[in-house]
């Protein structure tokens, strides 16, 4: 331990070959400092318990999520919300302006809002979400926005009676909120990734698994697979068994060719194409969530109404993507596009570009007319 309290891990090895000295030692530091050691999710739940009120609207809700990926509900699930949860207060009048509407579409709409506290970032640079800082203009500080994270949950619930998503950067991080989360996704740069595969495997909800940055479907596939099977894997220091998860399914996000070029996959062909994809497997529950955003829209935030509408229609023209269909996932905030960190505007994105809620509000009414 230093004096800074930072604990630097060693490795010595003996390394022979005919360029050093035989028997002699060179030491290798890990390339990390380790700062402190975070609370075990027990811990923390046992810190900050999850209301009464809280479970009871969780147990009311993931039952009907359930039944929309069974296709036992013809429900539209409509998980909706900020690119990046930045700021509890915002995030909290967003949710509570949200179950409002949700209220008055709910005979044809399930709203799942989205508080993604989980930022992956293409290069690693730039804001990575609440749990690394709590406030975006200060350092990270892990251990706060853990805390952050796991109250904005339980608060955005209380004041909504909405249960929500998040995505899974951190796969040892989901039993931190593993008690609040009603659906989970997981990225586009880590659906190819082991351990987000067999974790989603035992989330014990609904697990979006996107198509990769570079669009290939198989990939996607392999990992609703995989998280659909039961598997024997480490986890957070523990030997574990998952049952496998019956709701995997597939989220399409368009994708960047090698120009870096962007193209959709949202189209009836595509919807089409995936269908057939899933009828070459045994997959639970085939299903599909449409991302509005990103490649699909070449992050065009104005783009996710005439794609939402775009996709409605493929449904109406098809039984087969209809009932493949089972929701759309829209990035939206208080207020139209996105700005810089410190940018001061309340409401408004500092990572993508969301469409605002006076728009998100006309546009759920006019999705629900179509259903």
């Known amino acids: ?64 999520i359930a039944r929309i990926f069974e296709g036992k509900s013809d429900r539209l699930l409509l998980i909706i919300g900020p690119c990046s949860a930045d700021n509890e207060a915002s995030v909290l009048d967003y949710v509570s302006r949200l179950a409002k509407v949700q209220e008055k579409v709910k005979d044809k709409i399930w709203i799942v809002p989205r508080i993604y ?27 706060q926005g853990i805390i952050a994270v796991r109250e904005l949950h339980q608060k955005a619930i209380l004041e909504s009676g909405l249960t929500c998503a998040d995505e899974m950067l951190y796969p040892e991080n989901q039993r931190y909120l593993s008690d609040l989360l009603s659906y989970v996704a997981v990225g586009a740069r880590s659906v190819e990734n082991q351990e987000h595969r067999l974790v989603a495997s035992g989330a014990g909800v609904p697990v979006g698994m996107k198509n990769p940055t570079g669009g290939d479907l198989s990939v996607m596939m392999n990992s609703i697979t995989a998280a659909q099977s039961s598997h024997m894997f480490i986890y957070r220091g523990w030997e574990v068994e998952s049952a496998g998860n019956p709701y995997a399914h597939a989220i399409l996000r368009g994708y960047v060719d090698k120009h870096g070029q962007t193209f959709p996959n949202y189209h009836y062909e595509d919807l089409m194409q995936l269908y057939e994809l899933y009828q070459e497997t045994n997959l639970k529950n085939p299903s599909v969530i449409i991302d509005t955003n990103h490649s699909n829209s070449g992050k065009n935030y104005m783009e996710q109404i005439r794609i939402s509408k775009e996709v409605l229609h493929s449904c109406k023209i098809s039984g087969d993507i209809r009932k493949l269909v089972k929701g ?41 007319d179509m259903l």
Not at 132 to 142: G, I, L, S, Y
Not at 362 to 368: D, K, Q, S, V
């Open 1 to 64: 331990m230093t004096e800074t309290g930072i604990i630097r891990f060693r490795t010595e090895v003996v390394l022979q070959n005919k360029n050093c000295e035989e028997g002699r030692k060179y030491i290798m530091d890990m390339q990390m400092n380790f700062y402190r050691k975070l609370p075990i999710p027990r811990d923390l739940k046992e810190q900050f318990p999850a209301d009464e009120r809280v479970v009871k609207i969780k147990n009311e809700r993931d039952p009907e």
């Open 117 to 143: 506290t989980n930022k992956p970032r293409t290069t690693g640079g730039g804001y990575k979400g609440l749990i690394h800082q709590p406030d975006p203009e200060k350092k990270p500080d892990m251990w």
């Open 328 to 368: 759309l996932m829209i990035e939206s905030y208080l207020e139209d596009g996105c700005q810089k960190i410190g940018g001061g505007c309340y409401g408004k994105s500092i990572t993508d570009p969301c469409l605002g809620l006076e728009k998100s509000e006309r546009l759920i009414y006019e999705i629900a």
